[in-house]
């Protein structure tokens, strides 16, 4: 519990440095393109660390769904126990019966998805635009 608030701290002290440096670096061109998208792309990275901490808090401190969980079905089995997944993270309400209603935080799944996505694709640009200028200055590496 300790460490994954500690990755929250430091994902979202990351995500707001960021912020910093590139507003920082916009004001005072020269722009170096592939350091502003490698920025950016930490950026998106470190926020999709902060949004999945916060999900899995929500997770592990009840969920955002045992309120949905009923405490008996409806063929009349009761609540045995609700389990927990972090990724993607969801929550089952299984009755005695066996039978699982499951809800899954679809919100917070494609948001950390999306964001890691556009990190990716962020930081290969970046590669790819530094490897062009070095090739095209001449500098071999």
């Known amino acids: 519990m300790f460490l994954m608030g500690a990755l929250l701290v430091a994902s979202l002290v990351t995500a707001a440095v960021g912020v910093v440096v590139v507003l920082i670096l916009l004001s005072h061109p020269p722009l170096p ?3 502003i998208y490698a920025l950016v792309a930490l950026i998106l990275a470190s926020s999709a660390v902060a949004v999945y901490c916060y999900g899995w808090f929500s997770v592990t401190m009840g969920g955002p ?4 969980c009923t ?3 409806e063929v009349g089995a009761n609540l045995a126990t609700i389990k927990q997944d972090y990724w993607p993270l969801r929550n089952a309400c299984v009755y005695s019966d066996g039978s699982t209603v499951e809800y ?3 919100s917070v799944t ?5 964001l890691m996505g556009a990190a990716s694709v962020l930081a290969g640009t970046s590669v790819y635009l530094r490897k ?3 090739k095209t200055s001449g ?3």
């Open 33 to 35: 393109v592939p350091r």
């Open 65 to 68: 769904f045992p309120e949905l």
């Open 71 to 73: 405490s008996r079905n």
């Open 104 to 106: 899954v935080s679809i």
């Open 110 to 114: 494609v948001f950390v998805c999306l």
């Open 132 to 134: 062009r200028v070095r």
């Open 139 to 141: 500098v071999i590496s």
